[in-house]
């Protein structure tokens, strides 16, 4: 069968068809008919929609009833957890908060005495450095009438101390002849247990007027050094050696120097090394009570109160070996011809305490 007819056969099967004879029949339009097939699928589209749909509800909550659930009901639990944790800790904060508030108070109260033990402490340090300083005012001026005797050989005065100076002293002192000296008490001062025999001890007098004490300080100052020797007669200065064909007694130096506190004496003692420095230097220092240093630089007079103040100025001085001392009268001192002031230039001796020999208070 050729082309031609198998397309009129299928052309008159279409034509006898009885769906073809039905709708010919019929009054429908060939519009209507797309319409109503369009409708159809729509139709069958939207319950194949409706299947679908229900098929990925259920696919869904069966995901979210195996695989979901399961999680969110895990994490729930652990996030009831973490808040009781949160709860715990936040209690735990609360306690500790409540504990710091309270130590923090106690802090503050403790500060807060502290200050007033740190006020009272001041106040009770400043009444006792006025206390003290009372305390050594009143002990210096209990030895205002003492006078020290450094380098008297041990038991030259025998049982009767006050009898051998009153004796002596105008020996010693030219300056005390005729002077009626009168001493209430005399004896020696403990060496401290230094065990050396061959320093004697101090031996430390009182008098019964404070103008015989300086009578004897400045008239020891006047014939500085004083020479004792063994038959109780005074050395002469200028007698340093006897002549070969004579028999001098055996003579030594001693000293006259008034009696300080010990806290008063510490304090001139410190200035030792400064004053010697000064004397090196031609200052001509000189020590007031209780411990002031006073210098002589170019015709002026420096006071100072301490050591360090002291040494700032000698060390602020131009740089020279030696200043030339300047007498009262203006002119120079010839210290190699003038053997007195000579020694009175000499580094001064000290005593087991500290003391100067020189350090006799001036106006």
């Known amino acids: 069968m050729n082309p031609s007819q198998s397309k009129e056969a299928r052309k008159r099967e279409n034509e006898q068809s009885p769906i073809k004879k039905k ?30 749909d229900v098929a990925v509800a ?33 209690s735990e904060l609360e306690k500790v908060a409540k504990s710091t508030k309270r130590a923090q108070d106690r802090v503050e109260s403790v500060q807060t005495a502290a200050r007033e033990d740190r006020r009272s402490v001041i106040e009770l340090k400043t009444q006792l450095d006025q ?26 005065e025998g049982s009767d101390a006050i009898g051998y100076l009153k004796d002596n002293l105008p020996k010693w002192i030219p300056s005390l002849v005729g002077r009626d000296i009168d001493i209430e008490r005399a004896h020696r001062v403990y060496a401290g247990g230094e065990g050396n ?28 050094p004083v020479k004792y020797a063994a038959n109780g007669a005074r050395a002469s200065a200028h007698q340093r050696s006897p002549p070969a064909h004579a028999s001098a007694p055996t003579a030594g130096t ?20 400064i004053m010697n420095k000064a004397k090196g230097m031609g200052l001509e220092p000189f020590l007031i009570y209780p411990a002031r240093i006073k210098l002589q630089y170019k015709g002026e007079r420096k006071m100072f109160d301490s050591p360090q103040a002291a040494e700032d100025f000698i060390n602020s001085l131009p740089r020279r070996s030696t200043f030339t001392p300047v007498r009262r009268d203006g002119g120079a001192t010839d210290a190699a011809s003038n053997p007195t002031e000579e020694n009175r230039h000499r580094d001064p001796p000290h005593d087991r305490e500290g003391n100067l020999v020189d350090m006799e208070e001036r106006s």
């Open 23 to 52: 709708f010919k029949d019929s009054a429908i339009s060939k519009e209507e008919l797309d319409a109503a097939i369009a409708n159809g699928i729509k139709l069958a589209l939207q319950e194949q929609q409706r299947g679908l």
């Open 58 to 90: 259920s696919a869904v909550r069966e995901a979210v009833d195996s695989i979901l659930v399961p999680a969110l009901r895990d994490l729930r639990t652990e996030i009831q957890k973490t808040n009781e944790t949160v709860k715990e800790i936040s």
């Open 131 to 156: 206390l003290t300083t009372k305390l050594t005012d009143l002990e210096d001026r209990g030895r205002r009438n003492n006078v020290r005797l450094v380098g008297l050989p041990e038991a030259v």
């Open 254 to 273: 001693i000293l006259f120097f008034p009696d300080y506190s010990p806290a008063t004496t510490a304090k001139r003692k410190s200035f030792s090394s």
């Open 197 to 224: 025999s061959n320093k004697p001890r101090t031996l430390i007098f009182r008098l019964l007027r404070w103008q015989d004490r300086s009578a004897i300080l400045n008239g020891a100052r006047q014939v500085y």
